[in-house]
């Protein structure tokens, strides 16, 4: 497998995953956080708050590096 390939299945996973995250933590998608209330991933809501908005960054950050990893290596 050549390496383009892997940055495209790793930017499609990383798209993927910070899409749904993003959607767990909109206000305006009741549902969604409805579904995972049962699964009680965290201890109190504000501190969900606070893991997802660090998980999303930490996603956006990756998106950036991949990009520019993927750009870099474009020239080369």
């Given at each position: 497998?050549?390496?383009?390939?892997?940055?495209?299945?790793?930017?499609?996973?990383?798209?993927?995953?910070?899409?749904?995250?993003?959607?767990?933590?909109?206000?305006?998608?009741q549902s969604l956080q409805e579904?995972?209330?049962?699964?009680?991933?965290?201890?109190?809501?504000?501190?969900?708050?606070?893991?997802?908005?660090?998980?999303?960054?930490?996603?956006?950050?990756?998106?950036?590096?991949?990009?520019?990893?993927?750009?870099?290596q474009s020239y080369f």
């Amino acid at each position: 497998m050549n390496s383009m390939t892997l940055f495209g299945i790793l930017s499609i996973m990383l798209n993927i995953l910070l899409i749904l995250i993003i959607l767990i933590r909109s206000p305006n998608e009741q549902s969604l956080q409805e579904n995972l209330a049962p699964f009680r991933l965290f201890e109190s809501s504000s501190r969900a708050e606070k893991s997802i908005d660090k998980v999303i960054q930490l996603l956006t950050i990756g998106y950036f590096l991949l990009a520019l990893l993927y750009v870099i290596q474009s020239y080369f």
